[in-house]
Nanobody, 123 residues
Framework: QLQLVESGGGLVQPGGSLRLSCAAS????????IGWFRQAPGKEREGVSC????????NYADSVKGRFTISRDNAKNTVYLQMNSLKPEDTGVYYCTVRRYYCSGDSSLFRTWGQGTQVTVSS
C-alpha cells in the first residue's frame, strides 16, 4: 500500500517561494511517475507538473513553466515541487499522486492521492 503525504504549503506574498514535498511510505516510488495537481476554489483540478519514474522526463503546465521545478530523491522516497515567483493565481490545494512509469496531464490516470497542502499567495 502506497501512502503519500504532501507538506510545505502555506501563506506567501506574490513573488515569494515555497517548496512542497511529497513523501511516500510503505512502497518505493521507483516505479512511479509523480504528478502534482492543484485545485483552486470553484475550479477543476489541473495538472501542474510531473516527473517520470526515472526522473529523466518532466512536464509543466504552461502557467508555471519557468517558475516551478519538480525533482525527486529516490533515496528519500520523496518528490519536491520548488515554486518560485508565486502569483495569486497559484493559490489552491496542491496534491501529489502517482502513475506507473510515465507522466500524464490527465488526473484520471493517476492513483493514490495525498491529502493535499494549501498554498495561498496573497499580499
Amino acid at each position: 500500500q502506497l501512502q503519500l503525504v504532501e507538506s510545505g504549503g502555506g501563506l506567501v506574498q506574490p513573488g515569494g517561494s515555497l517548496r512542497l514535498s511529497c513523501a511516500a511510505s510503505e512502497l518505493t516510488l521507483d516505479y512511479y511517475a509523480i504528478g502534482w495537481f492543484r485545485q483552486a476554489p470553484g475550479k477543476e483540478r489541473e495538472g501542474v507538473s510531473c516527473v517520470s519514474s526515472s526522473g529523466g522526463s518532466t512536464n509543466y503546465a504552461d502557467s508555471v513553466k519557468g517558475r516551478f521545478t519538480i525533482s525527486r530523491d529516490n533515496a528519500k522516497n520523496t518528490v519536491y515541487l520548488q515554486m518560485n515567483s508565486l502569483k495569486p493565481e497559484d493559490t489552491g490545494v496542491y496534491y501529489c499522486t502517482v502513475r506507473r512509469y510515465y507522466c500524464s496531464g490527465d488526473s484520471s490516470l493517476f492513483r493514490t492521492w495525498g491529502q493535499g497542502t494549501q498554498v495561498t499567495v496573497s499580499s
